[in-house]
């Protein structure tokens, strides 16, 4: 035990990350810590995260988040997949669906088996071999483990929900276990003399907050770890164009898709979420190639139902935080930086982030150890989260306008480089580490974006033309079945998590 334990956390700012991080901390330090949220009503929240990938399902689970009751309070719905429309080319479509891909067979993933198909014109689609994609598409869901006996699981799924509702879920869940929210805006930091470290937070009204650890979840402004002490924002600029995000609110119409969609536009693409009592609906541009003025009218002329209230502007730059960790400061959320909400991965870095400090809880000392493997492992995850975005932009066949002609001269990241390097000569998909996006997350992306190996593994060619037709029949008939017995996603949500009316 140590002889001088972090006994006060100060989180600055509220929002989804705000009280996810202190929920995470009360559940797991108990009553030994004092946790206070310090958040002003007079300062919005960005709050326009609404999809989320299977990973937060962890995070409810350890919270003893109940799923039905979350989808209730936040009129959420299922998610099963991303659509990419007119990204590879126009009039071109492609799922990233979450899950396995297919059936690994002896010391070989399942695409080397699929690639040693891909001669004959008539062999099946990569994504009939996808318990989420063909469940998306027919907009179908349910809970299953696995297809009776078979090795095959059963859809892996997240969320599309109100991302302020969730928050405000957080803060009651961390109220409950003791954690005080103290209202008012900070207009000084205050730091000790001695070594630069933070000593308290002085609030409009005079009032000095004290504590050992703070967590800046003050999202773009980073108010402690950049304002107060100085840890610049690494510019991804290079890499990721986009600059600029409109959200706008509109009617539900038509089905209840169990997927995201992400429609690329002429300077970037829109997004859209379909929530049980409203569709969320965003555009991410580039303010180089096109005005607000324009984003906006393009944003509006292709809701699906009309608008609810006026879209709303924010500007980003895409980076990440030199030093998210500095001295008894950690940043969280959108304070370590941000890679645009491309494949819903903003909630999830909170996730990693606050679980991350959990394992490195440091005492008074701040060993630097802790601090140097912190911040080594949350930019591992950034950049390898960037790859990942970056793929989408950079292998894309449209050169229609000057954003795509544009996207088509972006730098590689060394790292992505030899990533696609062994894909095209081999079909082969390495993961990295704890790398947050599988092995079958690429293969969609890759080959959604029209990369194609050269060859497939000699191994492959151990079945006989007979052996392989059965091998993948079998697996597209349990699929096929297996989703056919499943309800629709509307018939699903109004027997276990239906929304109260609005």
Not at 169 to 177: D, G, N, S, T
Not at 253 to 265: H, I, M, S, V, W
């Amino acid at each position: 035990m140590s002889e001088l334990p972090v006994k006060r956390v100060i989180v600055v700012g509220g929002g989804t990350a705000g009280w996810l991080s202190a929920a995470v901390l009360a559940r797991a330090m108990g009553p030994n810590l004092q946790i206070r949220v310090v958040e002003s009503d007079a300062i919005g929240i960005v709050g326009v995260g609404e999809a989320t990938i299977p990973q937060i399902r962890n995070v409810n689970r350890f919270l003893g988040i109940d799923e039905d009751a979350m989808l209730r309070a936040t009129g959420g719905t299922f998610k099963l997949a991303i659509e990419f429309n007119d990204w590879l080319r126009v009039g071109h479509s492609y799922m990233h669906a979450f899950g396995e891909v297919g059936l690994p067979l002896g010391p070989l993933p399942f695409q080397q088996y699929w690639l040693r198909t891909q001669s004959d014109p008539a062999a099946a689609d990569l994504w009939t071999y996808s318990m989420n994609a063909v469940a998306a598409r027919a907009h179908r869901i349910a809970r299953l483990d696995r297809v009776g006996s078979s090795p095959i699981a059963g859809p892996k799924y997240a969320f599309h929900f109100d991302a302020a509702r969730y928050g405000r879920m957080l803060r009651e869940y961390a109220e409950q276990r003791g954690t005080q929210r103290i209202e008012g805006r900070i207009v000084d930091v205050h730091l000790r003399g001695t070594d630069g470290y933070i000593e308290s937070v002085q609030l409009e009204s005079g009032q000095r907050i004290e504590g050992d650890l703070f967590i800046d979840c003050s999202g773009f402004q980073g108010l402690l770890i950049e304002q107060a002490l100085g840890s610049p924002l690494e510019d991804w600029r290079q890499w990721l164009p986009c600059d600029s995000a409109l959200a706008v609110q509109s009617v539900t119409q038509g089905p209840l898709r169990p997927y995201t969609q992400a429609n690329a536009r002429p300077a970037g693409w829109q997004w859209r979420i379909p929530l049980q009592h409203r569709t969320g609906n965003g555009h991410v541009y580039c303010s180089h190639y096109m005005s607000d003025d324009e984003a906006t009218a393009l944003l509006l002329a292709n809701l699906e139902g009309p608008a609810i209230g006026e879209p709303r502007l924010f500007r980003f730059r895409a980076g990440v935080r030199r030093e998210p960790w500095l001295r008894n400061c950690v940043a969280i959320g959108l304070a370590v930086g941000f890679l645009e909400p491309l494949e819903s991965t903003a909630i999830h870095l909170v996730q990693s982030g606050v679980s991350r400090l959990l394992a490195l809880f440091p005492d008074r000392t701040f060993d630097a150890a802790l601090i140097g493997e912190y911040n080594r492992k949350v930019r591992e995850e950034h950049e390898q989260v960037r790859d990942f975005l970056v793929l989408h932009y950079l292998a894309s066949e449209r050169r229609d306008t000057s954003f795509w002609r544009g996207c088509a001269e972006l730098p590689v990241p060394q790292s992505l480089q030899q990533k696609l390097a062994i894909f095209r000569a081999t079909g082969q998909i390495f993961r990295e580490g704890e790398e947050l996006f599988t092995e079958q997350s690429w293969l969609q992306v890759m080959l959604g974006q029209g990369i194609r190996p050269r060859r497939y593994h000699p191994v492959a060619d151990n079945l006989s033309t007979e052996q392989l037709a059965e091998f993948l029949g079998n697996i597209r008939t349990l699929i096929r079945g297996a989703v056919d017995r499943m309800p629709s996603q509307e018939k699903f949500i109004a027997e276990h998590c239906a929304a109260a009316p609005p």
